[in-house]
C-alpha cells in the first residue's frame, strides 16, 4: 500500500511536470523568435558595417591617390583587413536555411564584389607605387563603380532584411498571441486538473479521518458498539485505523472488568452490610435479654424485701401474698423449654 508521503510526492509530480511544460514551452517559442529577430537585426548592422568600411576604403585609398602618404596607406591597409574578416559573412559556402533565394544571390553577389573591390584597389595602389597615373586613374575609376554596385547591393540586402525583421516581427506577434491562449488554456486545464485532484486527495484523506473522528466521539461518549474502521487508504491511515480498532477493543474489556469488578465488590459490601444489621440485631437481643434478666431480679428483691418487711411486723397473711405473688412472677418468667407438670402449673 502507498504511504502518505509517496502519494503526495506522485500528486505534486503530476502536477509540477505539466505546469513545468506549460512554463518552457511558451518561454522556449518566444526565446526561439527573439533569438530569429536578433539574428537577422545582427545581420542587418554587419551589412551596415561593410557599407561604411566600403565608403572608408574608398575615402583611404583617394587620399593615398592624391597625396600619397602613409598615413593614408596605413588607414587603408587597416580598413583592407577589417573588409577582408567581415566577407566571411558573404561567402557562398554558408548557407542560412532562413534566407530566400533571392537574398542568397545577392549575398554572393556582394561577396564578388568585394572580392573584386579589394583586388581593383591593391591594384591602384600598386600603380601609385609604380608611378603609372593612368593606371591607378583607371583603376579608381573601377573601384569607384564597384564601390557604388557593392554599396546598392548591401543597401538592396538591408532593405530585404529590414522587411525579413518585419515581417518577423508581424509573424512573432501572431505567434505570440497563439502563445498566450495556449498558455492560458493550459493554465486554465491545468487549474482544473489541480482542483480535481486535490479534492480527491483530500477527500482519500479526509474521509478516513472523519469516520476515525466520528467513531472517537461515539467512544467517548460510552458507545463501544462502534463497528471497527476498515483499514483501507494509505499506510499511515491503515496504521490510525487499526491503532483506534484495538484501542476500542482494549477500552471496552477494560471498562467490562471494571464493570463485574465493581459488581462483585457491591454484592461483598451487601454482604457486610447484611453482616453487620445481624450482629446489630444479636447485641440489640442480647441487649433485650439482659434487661430482662435484670428486671424481674429487681422485682424479685422487692418482693422479697416486702416478704421480710411484712415478716417483721407479723402480717402473716400479707407474707403469704408476697411469697404467692412471688411464686408466680417466678413461673411466668420461666422459659417455655423447661417442661413443667400440672401440679406445677
Known sequence: MTSLRRRVLIYLAALSIPLAVGVLVPITLIQVLLNRSLLMYERNQQYQLVDELVHGLDERLR?????????????????????????????????????????????????????????????????KRGRSPEEYT?????????????????????QQELTRVMQVQESFSEQFTWVQLFSFLFLASLMFLTAVLATMFASKIAEPISQLSGSALRVADGD????????????????????FNRMKESIGRYIKEMQRTAEIEKGLMEERVANLKMKNRVKQAEMASLQNQIRPHFLFNALN?????????????????????????????????????????
Open 63 to 127: 587620399e593615398y591617390l592624391e597625396a600619397g602618404s602613409t598615413d593614408s596607406l596605413r588607414g587603408y591597409l587597416e580598413i583592407s583587413e577589417q573588409l577582408q574578416s567581415s566577407v566571411s559573412l558573404f561567402a557562398p559556402n554558408i548557407r542560412d536555411p532562413q534566407l530566400m533565394d533571392q537574398e542568397r544571390h545577392l549575398e554572393r553577389s556582394v561577396y564578388f564584389l568585394i572580392k573584386s573591390l579589394q583586388e581593383t584597389a591593391d591594384h591602384a595602389v600598386q600603380a
Open 138 to 158: 583607371q583603376r579608381y575609376s573601377e573601384l569607384r563603380t564597384i564601390s557604388g554596385l557593392l554599396r546598392s547591393e548591401l543597401i538592396e540586402l538591408s
Open 224 to 243: 463501544f458498539s462502534v463497528p471497527d474502521i476498515p483499514l483501507r487508504g494509505s499506510t499511515e491511515l491503515r496504521h490510525m485505523a487499526d491503532a
Open 305 to 345: 424485701t416486702g416478704v421480710q418487711l411484712a415478716t417483721i411486723e407479723e402480717a402473716e397473711r400479707t407474707s403469704e401474698y408476697l411469697d404467692s405473688l412471688a411464686s408466680l412472677f417466678r413461673e411466668s418468667l420461666r422459659p417455655l423449654s423447661e417442661v413443667s407438670t400440672l401440679e406445677r402449673e
